[in-house]
């Protein structure tokens, strides 16, 4: 199950730095991960300073 980001994310990027296989890149306002990318390892999450990260 790939993850998503919330609207409590601040655009810091911190999650995108993160992943190992690049799924994540800034959107419209806040990250964004792209599902078909993302290996569900959590490392996002885990990296995330706002917690604005989840499983799907």
């Known amino acids: ?3 998503v980001i919330n609207d409590s994310c601040v655009s810091c990027g ?3 730095g993160a992943c190992p296989v ?3 890149a ?3 306002g806040k990250y964004e ?3 078909d990318t993302c290996i569900s390892c959590g490392t996002c999450a ?3 300073p706002v917690g ?3 499983e799907a």
Do not use: Q, Y
Request: charged share 10%.
């Open 22 to 24: 690049g799924a994540i």
């Open 52 to 54: 604005a990260i989840a």
């Open 1 to 3: 199950m790939a993850f």
């Open 46 to 48: 885990g990296a995330c």
């Open 33 to 35: 991960i792209a599902a």
């Open 14 to 16: 911190t999650c995108a």
């Open 26 to 28: 800034e959107g419209d």
